[in-house]
T-cell receptor, first 110, second 116 residues
Framework: SQQGEEDPQALSIQEGENATMNCSYK?????LQWYRQNSGRGLVHLIL?????REKHSGRLRVTLDTSKKSSSLLITASRAADTASYFC??????????FGKGNQVVVIP | GAVVSQHPSRVICKSGTSVKIECRSL??????MFWYRQFPKQSLMLMAT?????????EQGVEKDKFLINHASLTLSTLTVTSAHPEDSSFYIC????????????FGPGTRLLVL
């Protein structure tokens, strides 16, 4: 199965700023999912974008998908200290198998 | 809804002993559960797919006799690390699939295993 590759791997921003992270993958996908992991905890499902969708919003999150470039981006607007976490993308070819990248470590400075 | 629990959250054991980790879907039935392993600052690596009432499907390189998986009911899967060694020390995370079209997975909080 393929893995997502997140970029940048580490990001440090001031509270209130926007955080953008990217994910690239290699083969065709059914959907792409983004998850958040707080230090030492399990993963929280953030958003799923289908291969025929180009953009999706959920609260302060905005996800884009460009299947021609095989890439996705996750934007967190008006970041908060509580957004400090690792963010993983999981391009999915099989509905039951998630292939996680190494993740983006985001630190939001109060 | 869609809450998954794991027990224990943290375990320390001596080398050579076996450790059982439980994964429960609290408010939904999960015919499929997944077990992942995560090293510090690394990605989650899928170890095996656990299907209720049948044998687990292990990923390449994962020893099925070392990591025993039992999915005896629609809400419980267990992972037993047999004859644990220090290199088995890791963060183990389970997830349960909602079986919707996209197979959305909900993750447990993880179990940190330290083998001395």
């Amino acid at each position: 199965s393929q893995q997502g590759e997140e970029d940048p791997q580490a990001l440090s921003i001031q509270e209130g700023e926007n955080a953008t992270m990217n994910c690239s993958y290699k083969t065709s996908i059914n959907n792409l999912q983004w998850y958040r992991q707080n230090s030492g905890r399990g993963l929280v499902h953030l958003i799923l974008i289908r291969s025929n969708e180009r953009e999706k919003h959920s609260g302060r999150l905005r996800v884009t998908l460009d299947t021609s470039k095989k890439s996705s981006s996750l934007l967190i607007t008006a970041s908060r200290a509580a957004d400090t976490a690792s963010y993983f993308c999981a391009p999915t070819t099989d509905a039951n198998r998630l292939a996680f990248g190494k993740g983006n470590q985001v630190v939001v400075i109060p | 809804g869609a809450v998954v629990s794991q027990h224990p959250s943290r375990v320390i054991c001596k080398s050579g002993t076996s450790v059982k980790i439980e994964c429960r879907s609290l408010d939904f039935q999960a015919t499929t559960m997944f077990w992942y392993r995560q090293f510090p600052k690394q990605s989650l690596m899928l170890m095996a797919t656990s299907n209720e009432g049948s044998k687990a499907t292990y990923e390449q390189g994962v020893e099925k006799d070392k990591f025993l998986i039992n999915h005896a009911s629609l809400t419980l899967s267990t992972l037993t690390v047999t004859s644990a060694h220090p290199e088995d020390s890791s963060f183990y995370i389970c997830s349960a699939s909602l079986q919707d079209f996209y197979g959305t997975q909900y993750f447990g909080p993880g179990t940190r295993l330290l083998v001395l």
